[in-house]
């Protein structure tokens, strides 16, 4: 069931659409996403306006929104159709027609399924006998050689045949596009009118002067044909080759500086995929419109995985500037802007640039202060006094923990460590999160499987585990049975296991959020990879952390540990911090384990009903 703020946000959506207000429609069915993320109606709405806006770029986000809605439900005939719809406007009809054929199994009577799917085999049977004729029209590729034309030559040149590789050379601007394993390229309406039209098997043509002799020691740069300028002017750039598996060869050629698209207002931008890639596409763009249309590219939810910790302070208060501006000019678009401010305070570390910019005394801030201050992840104002003639110090809210300046003089105790703020915390988006660290063979995941066993019966739970290159962790975890194996997710970190649980937290988040979706689960585990140097957890990412310190209290005499320095050793570092004894195998000290999590569960006002689905 949708909930309330979600349902009156469809509602809107659904009113904006059946009037034609597609950019409005997408605002207001943004929101709902946002809210609610595992009602798969929302995500297929949108695809639906996105597919009205009859624009490259809202093909792809109608296609991503409902691979979403897939995920979600299977066997969502809509999804199916919208999805093959935004396909077949991309041009990669063999996908389209997956998607309609998986439909149709679904649905066999529904005749808009079968008029779409004829249509799309129609296109790619077109599309592919293009193809063919224009692979049958390559001549073969030659070359001629080019000399000096200030000599006279008595020697008539040759044509020196190469390798027969037919060549294609595409210029900036062309999209690429897969039909049948062939890659084909179109020119977009990006492409500027003066640059080339794509052609095939050139042959070079040969100077109006008579050929200087092939044996001149020299080669001169000047030609009557073909003068070279004294300043030349920028070209397109040889950027990258491709071979076909039957023998043909593309050129494909870097744009220069100058015929960006991001430096081209009104010009077809692509999607920015990185945080620098926007900011460097944003900083391009001079006016609000501009700007405007190129976050449109990013669907609001999107906004903390582009940014994640990256954000920063100026290019925020550029983008706040543009939505008052944006507003004010075209107050239509308020809905999708609305959409945009809710996701704002999702970025990670949004706030400490809030916070900046409140200092700074940025107008933005002074006008979407109470957006942010009424979102659901909005901290609590933070303010500070600064007295540089004397000590330095800070003063803050009433639920913002505090921090210092000073250098500290021992590693920290833990009766005065920060206790974790779960005021703002939204756990029916992600449950109760338990993150298990340590260090490499430490028996993180013999734990992992004790507390799958001993929870699963009595409640909804899920893993996350973590590595570098592999899967084993996760597979050990279904082999023994650990979970159903849908439950059961793996991450391959690619670098440091600590990265990717405190650094850049996005996978594991995302992977977290799915099963959330998926099964609504009351406690959610994550395992980091083994990592001896600083395996411990972003708050944001795990609400209760465990530490597997050292190996298993039962393999202690066999590798020479003393289980005496342990806990001598445990008492100085952590004082009155728990530390557990615990073998897994002898089930020993896992009840505690066990009763710790469950009390810190409860501490932390997460709701959920008792009982496994």
Same mark, same amino acid.
């Given at each position: 069931?949708?909930s309330? *703020? ?10 904006a659409?059946k009037?034609?207000?597609w950019a409005?429609?997408?605002?207001h ?6 809210t609610?993320?595992s009602n798969?109606?929302?995500?297929l709405?949108r ?7 009859n ?8 296609e ?24 077949s ?8 027609e997956?998607d309609?054929?998986?439909?149709l199994?679904?649905?066999p009577?529904?005749?808009?399924? *079968? ?7 129609s ?7 293009n ?5 049958? *029209?390559r ?6 050689s ?10 008539k ?19 690429v ?8 390229f ?5 492409? =500027?009118?003066s640059?080339?039209t #794509? ?12 050929p200087?002799s ?22 397109p ?7 076909h598996r039957?023998?043909?060869?593309t050129i ?7 015929s960006? #698209?991001?430096?081209?207002p009104?010009g077809?931008?692509?999607?920015? $995929?990185?945080h ?6 944003w900083?391009?763009l001079?006016t609000? $419109? ?5 976050i ?5 939810e ?7 910790n990256?954000?920063?302070t ?5 983008i ?7 507003s004010?000019?075209?107050?239509e ?17 949004? =706030?400490q640039?809030i ?10 801030v002074?006008?979407f $202060?109470n ?6 992840d ?5 303010s500070?006094? =600064?007295d540089h ?15 210092t ?9 833990y009766?005065e460590?920060d ?6 915390r939204?756990?029916?988006e992600r ?8 260090p ?7 734990l992992t499987?004790?507390?799958?066993k001993?929870?699963r019966?009595?409640?909804n739970?899920a893993v996350t585990t973590?590595?570098i290159f592999?899967?084993e962790d996760?597979e ?14 793996a991450i391959e ?7 990717a ?41 795990a ?5 597997v310190?050292d ?5 202690? #005499? ?11 050793d445990? *008492?100085?570092m ?5 530390t557990?004894?615990t ?7 896992v009840?505690?384990v ?5 009390s ?5 006002g997460s ?7």
């Amino acid at each position: 069931m949708a909930s309330t *703020k979600a349902q009156i946000a469809k509602d809107k959506g659904n009113n904006a659409f059946k009037v034609g207000n597609w950019a409005e429609a997408i605002g207001h069915y943004s929101e709902a996403v946002i809210t609610d993320r595992s009602n798969p109606t929302f995500p297929l709405n949108r695809a639906a306006a996105y597919l009205k806006l009859n624009k490259s770029a809202r093909y792809q986000d109608a296609e991503r929104d409902c691979t979403t809605v897939l995920s979600i439900e299977p066997r969502n005939v809509k999804a199916f159709f919208r999805r093959a719809q935004a396909r077949s406007a991309l041009e990669r009809y063999a996908d389209a027609e997956d998607d309609l054929l998986n439909a149709l199994r679904i649905e066999p009577s529904n005749d808009s399924i *079968k008029s779409e799917l004829s249509s799309v085999q129609s296109k790619k049977a077109e599309t592919a006998k293009n193809l063919t004729l224009k692979s049958n *029209k390559r001549d073969q590729t030659t070359l001629t050689s080019v000399v000096s034309t200030n000599q006279p030559s008595t020697t008539k040149p040759t044509r020196r045949r190469v390798r027969d590789v037919p060549i294609e050379i595409v210029e900036p601007g062309a999209e690429v596009t897969e039909v049948d394993g062939e890659t084909s390229f179109k020119e977009t309406p990006s492409s =500027h009118a003066s640059l080339l039209t #794509p052609v095939q098997s050139r042959t070079l043509s040969r100077s109006a002067e008579p050929p200087p002799s092939t044996t001149s020691s020299s080669v001169q740069s000047a030609s009557t044909s073909a003068p070279y300028p004294s300043s030349p002017k920028p070209t397109p750039r040889v950027g990258a080759g491709v071979f076909h598996r039957d023998g043909k060869y593309t050129i494909l050629r870097s744009p220069d500086s100058t015929s960006s #698209p991001s430096s081209s207002p009104g010009g077809s931008t692509s999607v920015p $995929q990185t945080h620098f890639a926007f900011a460097r596409a944003w900083n391009n763009l001079k006016t609000s $419109q501009e700007r405007f249309e190129l976050i449109q590219l990013i669907p609001p939810e999107s906004l903390p995985a582009l940014f994640r910790n990256n954000l920063e302070t100026e290019l925020l208060a550029s983008i706040l500037q543009t939505f008052l501006d944006m507003s004010s000019i075209t107050p239509e678009y308020n809905s999708l802007i609305l959409a945009y401010m809710s996701s704002i305070p999702t970025i990670p570390r949004v =706030h400490q640039r809030i916070f900046a910019l409140n200092m700074a005394s940025k107008p933005p801030v002074a006008k979407f $202060q109470n957006q942010l201050s009424s979102s659901k992840d909005s901290s609590e104002s933070h303010s500070h006094s =600064h007295d540089h003639s004397g000590p330095h110090t800070h003063s803050h809210g009433q639920n913002e923990h505090g921090h210092t300046h000073e250098h500290l003089e021992h590693a920290g105790k833990y009766a005065e460590r920060d206790l974790p703020d779960y005021s703002h915390r939204n756990f029916v988006e992600r449950g109760f999160t338990i993150g298990i660290g340590g260090p490499v063979g430490s028996g993180k995941t013999a734990l992992t499987l004790a507390l799958c066993k001993r929870f699963r019966d009595e409640y909804n739970i899920a893993v996350t585990t973590n590595d570098i290159f592999t899967q084993e962790d996760a597979e050990f975890l279904i082999r023994n049975e650990a979970l159903p194996k849908e439950r059961i997710t793996a991450i391959e970190t690619g670098g440091c296991p600590h990265a990717a649980i405190r650094e850049d937290i996005s996978a594991n988040m995302g992977a977290l959020e799915m099963l959330q979706a998926k099964f609504g689960c009351q406690l959610l585990f994550v395992e980091s990879g083994g990592d001896n140097l600083a395996a411990n957890y972003s708050r944001e990412l795990a609400d209760y952390i465990i530490y597997v310190i050292d190996v298993s209290i039962d393999l202690a #005499p066999y590798v020479g540990a003393s289980l005496d320095v342990m806990e001598r050793d445990s *008492k100085k570092m952590r004082g009155d911090g728990p530390t557990v004894f615990t073998s897994v195998k002898e089930g020993k000290g896992v009840e505690q384990v066990v009763e710790m999590i469950l009390s810190a569960w409860k501490a932390s006002g997460s709701p959920g009903l008792q009982g496994a689905n």
